[in-house]
């Protein structure tokens, strides 16, 4: 089913939580007229070091899920990220609902899957998640419809989230001090995302925007709510009527200075399995580190 209109009178209840380690929020997105959420972008954490795998930011979520006595609808990822691990199929284990994403994770398990030298084994199908959403695509959170924008440029899957009036941009855009995301990853393109912020832009004045990152920028305090005016307005690297031109010479200029990820050799492996850790042929959760392939 396909119907993009936005229904601005219906005002979800969005909890965040805050990742210090990844800089990540993730949200709980509760249906007002139900007991119905969904939860965008979770995270599972990780000792990289030690190569050890926590549930202590999942294990929040599922806390406040249970404590408000909620329905977990779906698990929507935004992405793939590439600087934390999902922690989809954990919370999925302990409180249900469907793990969806963007159709084009194809296209990731395909780049990666040869990057991390993966066997037939590995699947580029996308099977390993519940839905696969195409722009324009809906679905329903209790008694709220929600649909997927397709909005790549910074990853060849990105999709923005629009539930009632609160819109989930995944790393499409940050805060309007912030910027935008790089553009500079396997199957990312500056011209593309420049196109994919004006759909989100476009959007009603009024819509609540919700970020997946923010890193404080000039040391104020960590923030993740705004709105399309205000972006369109003030955001540093698109607002104002910035230009395509514009945006895509300065986006490349700066991706060129931007060091990896710290976690995106786990989080690819892990991300593009829909959160499952890849085993190896004993049956082993095991990590690799692929030699000058990003």
């Not at 990742?19 to 993730?26: E, F, G, K, M, R």
């Not at 399309?228 to 540093?236: G, L, R, T």
């Not at 986006?251 to 991300?271: G, H, K």
Request: a negative charge; one cysteine or more; glycine letters at 10%.
């Amino acid at each position: 089913m396909t119907d993009n209109s936005v229904n601005m009178n219906v005002r979800p209840e969005v909890e965040p939580f805050f990742d210090p380690a990844t800089n990540t929020i993730s949200y709980v997105v509760k249906d007002p007229n139900s007991n119905s959420c969904a939860i965008v972008d979770s995270v599972m954490d990780i000792d990289y070091a030690a190569g050890r795998i926590s549930y202590e930011s999942a294990d929040a979520i599922i806390a406040y899920v249970q404590e408000k006595g909620l329905k977990v609808e779906w698990l929507i990822e935004t992405h793939v990220h590439a600087d934390h691990l999902s922690g989809a199929p954990y919370i999925q284990e302990k409180l249900g609902g469907k793990i969806g994403i963007g159709k084009n994770i194809t296209v990731v398990q395909d780049t990666f899957g040869k990057v991390f030298n993966e066997g037939t084994e590995f699947q580029r199908d996308g099977s390993q998640f519940d839905a696969l959403f195409e722009d324009g695509d809906t679905y329903e959170i209790g008694g709220m419809r929600a649909f997927a924008i397709y909005t790549p440029g910074h990853t060849p899957a990105c999709m923005t989230h629009v539930m009632g009036d609160a819109a989930f941009v995944g790393d499409t855009l940050f805060m309007p001090d912030g910027g935008s995301a790089r553009a500079d990853f396997p199957g990312g393109d500056a011209g593309t995302l420049y196109d994919s912020i004006q759909k989100v832009l476009a959007l009603p004045d009024d819509m609540r925007l919700f970020m997946c990152h923010d890193y404080g920028p000039n040391g104020r305090d960590i923030q993740w709510e705004t709105t399309v005016a205000e972006e369109k307005a003030h955001n540093i690297h698109v607002g104002g009527g910035k230009t395509k031109e514009e945006f895509v010479k300065f986006r490349t200029e700066r991706d060129a200075q931007l060091d990896m990820p710290r976690l995106i050799i786990p989080s690819l492996q892990v991300n593009m399995r829909a959160g499952e850790v890849p085993k190896d042929k004993d049956g082993r959760p095991m990590l690799k580190v692929p030699v000058n392939a990003l």
